[in-house]
Structures are given as structure tokens and as C-alpha cells.
């Protein structure tokens, strides 16, 4: 029936065309094609956004069909689902909110989104027919649709066949600068919230509550007068440790190499650092404008996660965590002051005995908090991409939304729902103040390691909580399984923000997948991409962008997040241990990782294991 179309990439030159033109920046793309997707997910110049559907049932091209003649055709199809039926209308609602259209003006279907937009944007859109065809292609009289065909009775001519051509483009060199080009996460639309200033900080020590132990720590906060610019608050941080004043990090530490000749992971990358850091705090005392230690030097191509990320440059930990560097804003100087006082008066009684100064009624918590937190955030700048030091980058995010867009209120919960490969036990309700003993053998097959996960459906009760206690509107989630993301479209009352990868290799239960023993676990597999990579470095940035956390606090990724978190709101962060653990879990001493595990030498009380009433 010679009904054409073009393959995405024959797309490439007209965008480029609208990008000289216009200065694009974002393309909101539509397309029942999974080829449509594919192209997507290989621009690096822009930010690209589609709905989240089931692009096989109708994406197949037509020759493939097991249906003949007009029958393929979408009008014609009788197994049609509420899916692609209602996946139409999103897609023309959604592309609506553009203000240059690309698509073939031969299709009803491009000229709807193209009237849509002119309806939105009160005003004509820039358009180009990839197709050859105008938007106001040449009448056909007598067919029903000639007025919609031919607004105007006049067919246009066609001056040339050849498009323009366009210069190559010369590189504009990147900004280097610390703040707000880290918030790479920006360009979804999702109003994040902004640091506290330090003065918050300092009266969120001072009327602290103790903490009474368990697994759940959901102390008096307010995040809604926090409006502090990143980069405000990272030239106080750059004063006062002297960043701006020449010399290098005091006690560089060792990062790679695994925990005693072992593989290991992400997340105890991380754990290596703030050994380092939390023994750095309590050391130096007094000495204030030193710059946190650094790592050694380890050539990414010898570490076995960063030889996946595309490094730039000669540094593995440079390469997955970033770099700080002095930023060229001078400090509020009374921002600066009360950093300076907190930094002075408070770290000597926390050096000398683990503790704050007598008074503070729950600075023997908080105080760790903060000072870490300023400390993590030069340590663990999580600006790998935003400063070019990887290629290997994504922040394409999915949101599944059930509030207004108008909704002024937001307080962001950040959720780890740890499964994939890091467990081989499933349950389905909180471990609450009743943590599980890893590693006991209650199977004697030699693939049962006894490491347990929580169900999607049991951190229920835990957001019932958080949403009680603080008004969470929405959800910033990660997890390695399709079974949460499943949790996250079956949510109704809040917004569910995650990044969009592929959980299908890491998101299989353990006792599913075909490697036994240990060597399921991520730290041993030898199939891992740069997706997959890439993909755990981005979570713990995108997740620490929330301002109350949910994870498995026996786990280290779980921990650097909130660790994250800390550091990118200026604030202590309410949390609860799903698997029950505290994130002071007693201490292992010896470990490599006993100053994270306990950065306060004390273990939890665990007062009760029902967790309270959120109904």
C-alpha cells in the first residue's frame, strides 16, 4: 500500500536544523516504535523525554505483520488495549507542551500535536515535514477531509529538495564550577529542594531531641524555610577548608582494592571514603582550613567499575565520585561565621569523646551528622558528569504522577529498595527494631548465603509513617528490581520519580539466576556494562536530591545515601532501617569500615518491634 516512513535517524539533520535555529534544548519525543527509543537514548546534546509505554504491539513495522493488506493498519485493529488507546491522547497532550515540532504532516496525527501546540503556546509553532509534506499539503478535493487537508486553498511550493547544510559547530568549553551544576536533574521539571543555610543547621543541633534508638529516627525537622543556593553553600565550604589557599588533602587513604583482597562494591567504595573522613573530623583538631583527605591515584582502567565509565582523565575515584574544586563566589560572611563556629567549638568535644559538648541536648547525634555532611559533600561531589571527568552519564528520569503540577509543598522521600541480586531471602513485612542475622545457615545447599530483602509491598507501613509525620508528596525511588517499579505505578497518592535503566540482569532474585554461591552477587559478576555501572553512581546521586530516606540501613549503598543526602540539604535526615537495622549499627570493630558503621561508638537499643500506628 506504499505508506512510507523515515528511520529516526534520517530525523538527525532536521533537529539539528531547529537546534541552530532556536537553541533546542529538550526534544519531547512520541513514537510507537522502539527504534524511536533506541535513537533517544544515543543523543548526548540534548534532554529527551517520552512517556513510559508498550511500544511493541503497534511498533513493529507493518512488513513484519502478521496482518495483511489495510488490516495492520492501527484503524483496523481490533486487539487494541486501554494502554495504546489512552498512550495516543497522552502522547498528543504531552508533545503539546512543546514549541517547535518535528513529523510527517502527511499524518492527522503530527498536524493535531502541531494545532495542540499553537493552542498551548498561544502562537505558531516552527515546524518541519520530514516527511517532504507541508502542513498545508495540496488539496484533494471531494475527500472528506479537504478543509482540515487545506485550511487554506493554496498548495506550497517546494523551492528545493536539498536541505541546507549547517557548519560544524565548535566546541564551547565546559564550565568547570562546583553548586548548582550538580543539579543535573534539574531539566525534568521536578522542583527539588534547596540546601538549609548553616544557621538552620546550627538551630537544628541546638533543639534536637535525643535520639531513643531502633531502627527509625524521625526527629523534628522542617525542610520548608530551607532555600539556600548550592553554590552559597558550597563557598562557605570551600572557605572553610581553604580550598581557595594552595596545598594538598591531608592523609590520603587507599580506595580501591576490595575489603581484605576481596571484590567490592559501590557502596563500600563509599564506605572506604568516610572511614577516612569520619577519622579526618575526629583527628583534626582545631585545624581548620585543611582541605579532607583524598584518595590515592588509581588508574581507571585498573579499577574494575570505573574501566566501564568512559573516565576522562587519569583518576578512578576522580571518575565515579567527582572532584571539588574552589568555587569562584565569595561566602555570606555570618554564613561563614556560624560555619566556622560549629567547626570550632563543637569538633573538639566530638574528637575527645565521640560526643557534643555539654548541653545539647541531642548534638551526640547530630553534630556527627553535620560535620560529616560538610565533609562528604567536598569528598563526594557526585559531579562525575556534570564536570566531564565521565562520559558513561544518564538522567533520563520516569515519573508517575498523581498531583497537581501546581502543588507548592513538597517534601521528597528518597527510597532504596534493596533486592536484584543482594538477597536470596524474600520477605514481605518491615523488620522493625528486629534485625536479621546475616549469614546463618539455615539451608545446607551451598548457594544459600542468607541474605534477606523486604517485598515492595512491605515498606508500605514505613511511607504510611514518613507521610504521617513530615507530608511526603513524592517519592524519589531506586531499587535493581522490576518489582519496584511495579510498586511505583500502583501508587496513587503521591509523585514516583525514578531513572530509567535496564533491571532486567542485576533485578533477577538470586536463586533465579545461573551463577551459585557468592558469585550472584555484584561484587563477583564479570557481565556487568556500563549501564548497570553508570547506573548504581546515578541512583545515589538522583536519591540524594530527597530529604527523608527508607532503605536497608545494614546495607552500604543505603548508608552513602543518606550520607548524600546529609551533605546536599545541610541537614540531619530522618530515615527508617526497613530490615531493622539502625544506621549506627553495632560496631564490628577491626573491619575496614567501623568508623561508618559506628561513627559514635555506641549500638542501638532496640526499644520494641512493632512499629506504631500510621493509620
Known amino acids: 500500500t506504499n505508506r512510507p516512513c523515515i528511520h529516526p535517524r534520517g530525523y538527525n539533520s532536521a533537529v539539528a536544523r531547529m537546534a541552530k535555529r532556536y537553541g533546542v534544548t529538550d526534544i519531547l519525543l512520541a513514537s510507537d516504535s522502539p527504534l524511536a527509543i533506541e535513537w533517544a537514548r544515543n543523543q548526548t546534546e540534548y534532554d529527551v523525554h517520552w512517556l513510559d509505554q508498550d511500544r511493541e504491539k503497534v511498533g513493529e513495522m507493518p512488513l513484519e505483520n502478521k496482518l495483511e493488506g489495510t488490516k495492520r493498519w492501527i484503524e483496523y ?12 491522547l497522552e502522547e498528543i497532550d504531552f508533545l503539546s507542551h512543546g514549541q517547535l515540532m518535528i513529523g510527517g504532516m502527511r499524518s492527522f496525527f503530527s498536524r493535531a500535536i502541531v494545532y495542540q501546540m499553537a493552542a498551548r503556546n498561544n502562537a505558531f509553532i516552527p515546524w518541519v515535514g520530514i516527511d517532504g509534506y507541508s502542513l498545508r499539503i495540496p488539496c484533494h478535493q471531494g475527500t472528506p477531509y479537504s478543509e482540515l487537508e487545506c485550511p487554506i486553498k493554496l498548495s506550497d511550493p517546494l523551492p528545493s529538495r536539498s536541505p541546507p547544510t549547517l557548519p560544524p ?11 548548582s551544576t550538580g543539579e543535573r536533574f534539574a531539566h525534568t521539571g521536578i522542583r527539588f529542594p534547596r540546601p538549609c543555610s548553616m544557621k538552620q543547621a546550627l538551630a537544628s543541633i541546638q533543639n534536637a531531641r535525643p535520639f531513643e534508638g531502633g531502627s527509625e529516627f524521625m526527629p523534628d525537622v522542617d525542610f520548608r524555610n530551607c532555600a539556600t543556593d548550592p553554590a552559597d553553600y558550597d563557598a562557605v565550604l570551600s572557605e572553610l577548608f581553604g580550598a581557595d589557599k594552595p596545598g594538598e588533602p591531608v592523609k590520603p587513604f587507599q580506595f580501591g582494592g576490595g ?15 568516610m572511614d577516612a573522613v569520619s577519622m579526618w573530623v575526629r583527628g583534626s583538631v582545631g585545624r581548620v582550613q585543611e582541605l579532607p583527605p583524598r584518595p590515592t591515584r588509581i588508574p581507571p582502567q585498573k579499577d574494575r567499575w570505573a574501566r566501564h565509565l568512559g573516565c576522562t582523565g587519569d583518576n578512578a575515584y576522580d571518575c565515579m565520585f567527582g572532584k571539588s574544586t574552589p568555587t569562584e563566589e565569595r561566602a555570606d560572611p555570618d554564613e561563614l561565621a556560624v560555619a566556622q563556629g560549629i567547626w570550632d567549638n563543637e569538633r573538639a568535644c566530638f574528637a575527645a569523646n565521640g560526643t557534643s559538648c555539654k548541653g545539647d541536648a541531642g548534638g551526640s547525634v547530630y553534630l556527627p551528622i553535620i560535620l560529616h555532611a560538610w565533609t562528604t559533600r567536598w569528598v563526594f561531589p557526585m559531579n562525575g558528569c556534570s564536570h566531564g571527568h565521565r562520559t558513561v552519564c544518564s538522567n533520563r528520569v520516569i515519573s508517575h504522577i498523581n498531583l ?47 541474605r534477606p530483602c523486604i517485598h515492595p509491598r512491605g515498606y ?10 513530615y507530608g511526603v508528596t513524592d517519592i524519589l525511588l531506586a531499587s535493581d528490581s522490576p518489582l519496584a517499579i511495579e ?31 557468592t558469585k550472584r552477587w555484584i561484587e563477583y559478576r564479570q557481565d556487568m556494562t556500563p549501564e548497570e555501572v553508570g547506573g548504581a553512581l546515578e541512583e545515589i546521586d538522583f536519591l540524594s536530591h530527597g530529604q527523608l530516606m527508607i532503605g536497608g540501613m545494614r546495607s552500604f549503598f543505603s548508608r552513602a545515601i543518606v550520607y548524600q543526602m546529609a551533605a546536599r540539604n545541610n541537614a540531619f535526615i530522618p530515615w527508617v532501617g526497613i530490615d531493622g537495622y539502625s544506621l549506627r549499627i553495632p560496631c564490628h570493630q577491626g573491619t575496614p569500615y567501623s568508623e561508618l558503621e559506628c561513627p559514635i561508638k555506641l549500638s542501638d537499643p532496640l526499644p520494641s518491634s512493632s512499629p506504631p500506628d500510621s493509620t
Open 77 to 88: 485493529r481490533q486487539d487494541m488495549t486501554p494502554e495504546e488507546v489512552g498512550g495516543a
Open 169 to 179: 559547530a565548535s566546541p564551547e568549553p565546559a564550565e568547570v564550577r562546583r553548586g
Open 259 to 273: 575489603i581484605r583482597g576481596k571484590p567490592t562494591t559501590m557502596g563500600k567504595y563509599f564506605g572506604r571514603g
Open 404 to 450: 497537581p503540577k501546581t502543588r507548592e509543598d513538597r517534601v521528597f522521600l528518597s527510597i532504596h529498595m534493596r533486592m536484584g541480586d543482594s538477597c536470596d531471602i524474600m520477605e514481605y513485612e518491615e523488620r522493625y527494631n528486629n534485625p536479621w542475622e546475616w549469614g546463618r545457615k539455615e539451608k545446607k545447599t551451598p548457594s544459600w548465603t542468607n
Open 460 to 469: 508500605n507501613s514505613a511511607v504510611a509513617r514518613m507521610a504521617k509525620r
Open 487 to 517: 510498586w511505583a505505578r500502583n501508587q496513587t497518592e503521591y509523585d514516583v520519580h525514578w531513572l530509567d535503566q535496564d533491571r532486567e540482569k542485576v533485578g533477577e532474585m538470586p536463586l533465579e539466576n545461573k551463577l551459585e554461591g
